[in-house]
């Protein structure tokens, strides 16, 4: 019987965001919006570009505004005020409704709220329950729907937890259920901490797509024992459309040697690509983002790989 | 519809051929019986120890009498002459009818022949074309049936080609019938480029097993892009029941920087026991392989990770 596969996926580039927030060093403002740029100009469709979170919290993403409106003067074209059709679809992680409403000042016309189905990273991460946390997603699904923003959800450790190990399918369906009430239509599953194997990818997202028909899932992987890409295979497999990665697999933790970051970028449109499916991606413009990105911060991140 | 995964899988440890025959230097007999004794004691069922080729092609498995010698003292309870209930199944390479000699008279019980399916590659690698290798793999099985040896073959460049580019499937069928008539009952798909997606894995393989379903299908990648365990796991789906690897992902080439080893076996078993998916092997004890390894050679081989 022959596997499935979808003739395009859309790859949503997270490592400005999920990458960069984990760079010991503040990368100067210029160089994310030339790293956005070139992303943009090798083809890809969605980005995260930034969070709005409190900068003491996320120091490297102070910039938020300051990313924007460089990301502004890129894809206005001249001074007619029309986006350039080019432009990718830009979106900002914002942490609560503080970071919801500076977002939105700052013309972001995508957020992304982020609950952990494990209460004990969703304390360590966002000091409050999940229960608390999904109280805020439904203010801030109002406030984004007031504002004219689309909002997107992300279940992070939806396939384990370091603190709690595994995570039953069920407190990832809560947050799910949590998030459908604040108005979300896209979900990402997150495996934070990189500890999702194949066939629970496989066995999660099709339960989950049985439950909630009407959401549109991506799939979010972190790369800390090499299994980010078969995850992205059965996922697939699942009926998946929507992968993020990270350009040069950045990411991880700096206080943590050898934690790797999400799936990379290059490695996922690279596989996509000989597996005969459409990103819409140009992959040597995109291996020169990684390029970019290596020069700037002065080491090599990329995996060794001829 | 839920994905089927078998309760088990036979891991074949490749390293000690295919990954030492890469190293720049000699690695000493008694280290390569140790790392020998350190598999079978972390619960390897099965090994590719050495190669019976000439020491000028391959002088880093010069010793290859000698390694036999080192293993049949391990595995021999007392001096009984009594192979212990515990020892995995040691199969050589060998490339032509006096390496298969060699090992006969060494007492290697499975001996591996090798094609490529890229005339190209075989032209290059063995130094004649697919045919006479072909005629080559037949003397040698009517050699090893009348010694009472196993012989195994294995398919290299079966997922394209560095020389040829893409390999037609009916090149690599054409391989697989010319072993066939020499008596092989298990033949190895090897990705020796690391040019397979997950895709073309699955179809390949379900195309072959349903021309031949009397073989005994292996696979073997090699993680130049990332793809070995995305491969490894379509092949799973596609039914193969013997995955290769080599521990510390050793492998590649010592003159290609960057070049990738075969999928490293200590990810490979921690995928598939997090898929639930039995081995018999312990992953702590060949993770100290891979260190031992590490220790001997005097640098990190195995990718950072948490």
Redesign the interface.
Known sequence: M??H?PEKVLIREVGPRDGLQNEAAFVPTAVKVQLLAALAGAGVKAIEATSFVHPRAVPQLRDAEAVMEGLDRLFMRGNDGVKSPAAPVISALTGNMRGLERAVRAGVKEVVAVVSASEAHNRANMHMSVEASLRQVREMGAAAAAGGVRLRGAVATAFGCPYQGDIAPGLVAGVVEGMLQAGVDEITLADTA?LG????V??LV?LLASCYPRVTWALHFHD????A??N???GL?AGVRILEGSVAGLGGCPF?????GNA?TE?LV??LH???IDTGIDLDALAGCAGLLEEHLGRKIC????
Do not use: S
Request: aromatic share 8%; charged share 20%; proline share 8%.
């Open positions: 022959p596997l596969w990189g194997n194949p066939r629970q496989y066995d099709t800390n024992r090499g299994l890409l078969a992205c295979v059965t497999q943590i040697p050898g934690a790797a990379a490695d690279y596989m000989r597996m005969g995996r060794n790989r001829v």
